[in-house]
């Protein structure tokens, strides 16, 4: 976003709709991998993926982009929130994905998408009246 809609709140919401994008794209990814031999099933860890969206990285500091051809920090920080889980099998091929599990994740995770759709939709609206 950029201007006047650059407020920290919807910063803040636009954060946690590409973490929670993120997520539904390694949740995709083990349901489409269900039954590969040896796949080994990833989540996104939310502690971290919070703490990416307001801003709070630990020591690293946050690259800012006045331009848009300027390198942002994004991926990096993807990549460190998957996490994959090594540890454990439910079959004999070695592969990790239950079905039914990932489902509720996919739900969930549609419904903390639809949460914060619905909340920016309402601070859209709030700055809709403000403005007429």
């Not at 099933?41 to 848009?68: I, Y």
């Not at 390198?71 to 990790?96: C, K, L, M, P, Y």
Request: proline content about 2%.
């Amino acid at each position: 976003m950029s201007g006047w809609l650059d407020t920290p709140v919807l910063s803040v919401l636009e954060r946690g709709l590409n973490a929670s994008s993120l997520r539904q794209q390694v949740l995709a990814d083990n349901v489409a991998n269900v039954d590969t031999p040896g796949f080994k099933r990833s989540d996104v860890d939310f502690e971290l993926a919070l703490k990416a969206a307001l801003g709070r990285t630990g020591s690293a500091l946050s690259l800012k982009a006045t331009v848009p051809g300027h390198i942002t920090s994004g991926s990096a920080e993807n990549n460190s929130i998957v996490q994959t889980d090594r540890s454990t099998s439910f079959r004999n091929d070695a592969n990790n994905v239950d079905i039914d599990s990932e489902m509720v994740n996919v739900a969930k995770n549609g419904l903390y998408y639809n949460s914060l759709t619905r909340t920016i939709s309402s601070q859209l609206g709030m700055l809709r009246m403000v403005i007429k």
